[in-house]
């Protein structure tokens, strides 16, 4: 690939926002050019915006699952977040976002390969450190890593990682909640409501400053209301993904230079530069690597916290 590949470190802040959104809008969009979303910091509007090309997205979940969840539990409450965001309507329409859940995968790498085979991974972490062991913040719930090219903005690859040890994780009660824990023994976080904000970064959009808003960036630990979009979410989606029409159910799966399902069987990682770590509860953007930049949002955890669309996709069974 010619041009550069960017990276971009998106997730859900454990702080106050006040956000001015691009274009008027409540939510922000990610873009080539963006910067912290925390606090006072604005919504970048210079560069590209980020989005798939094509938006038909397979995903895959680490075969290890979570300590705190059975692995089919794990699986539920994840296609039914990501399902969530395909499942939205744009004027009657339905928007053009297709996910494809594949098989399970054994892959804790956020990488982009090129050449070689691209899974977009979805993994638990405990200890909470990147393949090269350097540490994410502790406080940190998830991140997702969104990897793009700079010259126009197309996103290459996502990977979600979710902090294991600030856990448990359950699929609680849609109407009441989770049941709230104690300063020495939390209680459990909903796994799906977690995953459907980090699916908001998947696809590229920002926080919003809409205080009911999936990616608004601060939640209670026991509340599952980021489970469903608030009209902020949905125009953010319609905006970047309402072409009706353009995809269906058969589309085929967007991954570049084929799927690599295994991508802990390609050899040690390249942990030279690479996908910058935040080490602490605040965000910055600082140069990962030679060619290489970041966009960099820090997601400070929620340890202070107290619709399917026309059909059940099944998970492909292609490698």
């Not at 979940?61 to 705190?68: A, F, K, V």
């Not at 406080?139 to 197309?154: E, H, K, P, Q, Y």
């Not at 072409?243 to 295994?262: K, Q, W």
Request: glycine share 8%; hydrophobic share 35%.
């Amino acid at each position: 690939m010619s041009s550069r590949v960017l990276l971009a470190l998106a997730i859900g802040v454990m702080s106050v926002a006040a956000l001015t959104a691009n274009h008027a809008s409540a939510f922000c969009r990610m873009t080539t050019m963006g910067e912290t979303q925390i606090g006072e910091q604005a919504c970048v509007e210079d560069g590209d915006f980020l989005e798939w090309p094509i938006a038909c997205l397979p995903y895959a979940i680490d075969e290890r699952g979570s300590s705190s969840m059975a692995f089919d539990e794990v699986e539920q409450a994840i296609d039914l977040a990501f399902a969530t965001w395909e499942d939205v309507t744009c004027d009657g329409e339905p928007v053009d976002l297709i996910f494809k859940p594949r098989l399970s995968s054994t892959c804790k790498r956020t990488e982009f390969r090129n050449p070689g085979g691209n899974v977009n991974t979805i993994a638990f972490l405990d200890p909470w450190e990147d393949q090269c062991g350097r540490a994410f913040s502790r406080n940190a719930l998830a991140v997702t890593i969104v990897m793009f090219d700079s010259s126009n903005g197309r996103i290459l690859d996502a990977d979600m990682l979710i902090n294991d040890a600030l856990g448990p994780f359950a699929q609680c009660d849609p109407d009441l909640g989770c049941e709230p824990g104690t300063q020495s023994n939390p209680g459990p976080v909903d796994l799906q409501s977690i995953v459907t904000h980090e699916a908001g970064h998947f696809i590229g959009i920002g926080h919003s400053d809409v205080a009911d808003a999936t990616m608004f960036p601060t939640s209670p630990r026991t509340e599952v209301s980021k489970r469903d979009l608030a009209q902020d979410d949905i125009k953010a989606v319609c905006t970047i993904y309402d072409l009706p029409g353009n995809l269906d159910d058969n589309c085929e799966p967007y991954v570049i230079n084929g799927f690599d399902l295994n991508c802990e069987d390609d050899g040690p990682p390249n942990c030279e530069g690479g996908v910058p770590v935040p080490s602490s509860g605040g965000c910055s953007a600082v140069e990962a690597s030679p060619g290489k930049t970041p966009w960099s949002a820090l997601l400070i955890a929620m340890l202070t916290l107290t619709v399917l669309r026309r059909r059940s996709a099944p998970r492909d069974e292609r490698s």
